[in-house]
């Protein structure tokens, strides 16, 4: 009996201690923990491209990588006969200045954006290619007086005359949908590959102009009017897209193509002594000096003052700079005579 009873005391010791090691700790019955693996458990916002750091310097607008295209300015003609024109809503900044009697002509500094073609193209004119050499960029023209395109060639700007590529549909094309002198296009690809065989620079980096985000003082100006002689310009700004719709003696200033407006996110509105030279009307314009100027942003104007900074023209107070909007420019300069005082504004 004692021996059955001895047997039993040892077998059930034998199966405590089984079940002792069979039997999982607390620690052993917790989940396991899945160690992140790379690539998983991100969230749709980290799993974002991430944003271009790059700024686009004459727009100041992220832009799709680093810009090393040179700026390419353009004579844009703008007779009555040569609107709308083609490819203006894709210029960084339009400089618009009186050329001979009260036709303006534009020029069209192209850099974070590259059109196939643009136009019609008109003349050069010194003030204007000189600018275009200020900020840096090949000017593309059609045409010039013997002693201006001397200049030209002298070294005063990298130019591409289109008397010297007239409808060679590389550099420039004639549209049959219009007469000359208001029918010659430029091509950029054209405009590239003739600048490469005239050894000029086709990359080129800029520094940055200035810019902010932050709403600037000023009162508030819901359309701006001004005359250049018989010729009149307006814009308005636009609440719904917070920029500034241009036109053109009461014509809006569209793409030929498609009707599309051209916005602006800056106006500014400068004046300068302008003086007639010639028979012919031509001008010479001071660009140098400074002056008054009006600086239109977000639906208000500021007066301020343009100075030229190197080699650009630039808004400021008290010497100070005062920063563009990030988005397009356009550049009015108006004779002194009647000047910034005869500009109009409706609230």
Same mark, same amino acid.
């Given at each position: 009996?004692?021996?059955?009873?001895?047997?039993?005391?040892?077998?059930?010791?034998?199966?405590?201690?089984?079940?002792?090691?069979?039997?999982?700790?607390?620690?052993?019955?917790?989940? $396991?923990? !899945?160690?992140?693996?790379?690539?998983? &458990?991100?969230?749709?916002? #980290? @799993? =974002?491209?991430?944003?271009?750091? /790059?700024?686009?310097?004459?727009?100041?607008?992220?832009?799709?990588?680093?810009?090393?295209?040179?700026?390419?300015?353009?004579?844009?003609?703008?007779?009555?006969?040569?609107?709308?024109?083609?490819?203006?809503?894709?210029?960084?900044?339009?400089?618009?200045?009186?050329?001979?009697?009260?036709?303006?002509?534009?020029?069209?500094?192209?850099?974070?954006?590259?059109?196939?073609?643009?136009?019609?193209?008109?003349?050069?004119?010194?003030?204007?290619?000189?600018?275009?050499?200020?900020?840096?960029?090949?000017?593309?023209?059609?045409?010039?007086?013997?002693?201006?395109?001397?200049?030209?060639?002298?070294?005063?700007?990298?130019?591409?005359?289109?008397?010297?590529?007239?409808?060679?549909?590389?550099?420039?094309?004639?549209?049959?949908?219009?007469?000359? $002198?208001? !029918?010659?296009?430029?091509?950029?690809? &054209?405009?590239?590959?003739? #600048? @490469? =065989?005239?050894?000029?620079?086709? /990359?080129?980096?800029?520094?940055?102009?200035?810019?902010?985000?932050?709403?600037?003082?000023?009162?508030?100006?819901?359309?701006?009017?001004?005359?250049?002689?018989?010729?009149?310009?307006?814009?308005?700004?636009?609440?719904?897209?917070?920029?500034?719709?241009?036109?053109?003696?009461?014509?809006?200033?569209?793409?030929?193509?498609?009707?599309?407006?051209?916005?602006?996110?800056?106006?500014?509105?400068?004046?300068?002594?302008?003086?007639?030279?010639?028979?012919?009307?031509?001008?010479?314009?001071?660009?140098?000096?400074?002056?008054?100027?009006?600086?239109?942003?977000?639906?208000?104007?500021?007066?301020?003052?343009?100075?030229?900074?190197?080699?650009?023209?630039?808004?400021?107070?008290?010497?100070?700079?005062?920063?563009?909007?990030?988005?397009?420019?356009?550049? !009015?300069?108006?004779?002194?005579?009647? &000047?910034?005082?005869?500009?109009?504004?409706?609230?």
């Amino acid at each position: 009996m004692k021996c059955k009873i001895l047997i039993v005391l040892i077998f059930s010791i034998f199966l405590i201690a089984c079940s002792d090691k069979e039997e999982p700790t607390d620690q052993a019955k917790e989940e $396991p923990v !899945n160690l992140p693996v790379e690539d998983e &458990g991100l969230g749709e916002e #980290a @799993k =974002e491209e991430p944003k271009s750091e /790059e700024i686009a310097p004459l727009t100041g607008m992220e832009a799709n990588g680093e810009l090393t295209n040179r700026i390419v300015a353009v004579m844009v003609n703008n007779h009555p006969y040569a609107r709308p024109q083609t490819s203006l809503s894709k210029a960084d900044i339009v400089f618009e200045i009186l050329a001979e009697g009260n036709i303006t002509r534009f020029m069209a500094l192209f850099h974070s954006e590259i059109p196939d073609r643009v136009g019609p193209v008109r003349s050069a004119r010194p003030y204007y290619f000189n600018l275009a050499d200020d900020y840096g960029a090949m000017y593309v023209y059609h045409g010039a007086i013997y002693f201006i395109e001397d200049m030209i060639k002298a070294g005063a700007a990298d130019g591409l005359n289109g008397m010297y590529y007239d409808n060679d549909n590389v550099l420039f094309e004639r549209s049959p949908d219009r007469v000359a $002198p208001h !029918n010659s296009y430029a091509m950029f690809d &054209g405009i590239f590959q003739r #600048a @490469k =065989e005239n050894d000029y620079k086709i /990359e080129q980096t800029y520094e940055p102009m200035l810019f902010s985000d932050v709403e600037a003082d000023g009162n508030i100006a819901e359309e701006v009017r001004f005359s250049y002689g018989n010729y009149t310009v307006s814009y308005v700004y636009d609440k719904d897209i917070e920029q500034y719709i241009r036109y053109s003696d009461g014509e809006q200033t569209v793409e030929y193509a498609d009707s599309s407006l051209i916005k602006i996110s800056n106006v500014l509105i400068l004046e300068a002594a302008h003086q007639v030279v010639d028979d012919v009307g031509r001008r010479e314009i001071d660009l140098e000096s400074g002056g008054n100027a009006l600086l239109l942003q977000n639906g208000k104007v500021q007066n301020v003052q343009w100075e030229r900074i190197d080699g650009r023209i630039i808004p400021t107070i008290d010497g100070e700079p005062v920063p563009f909007v990030p988005g397009k420019t356009w550049m !009015n300069v108006i004779p002194m005579n009647p &000047g910034i005082e005869g500009v109009e504004f409706t609230n």
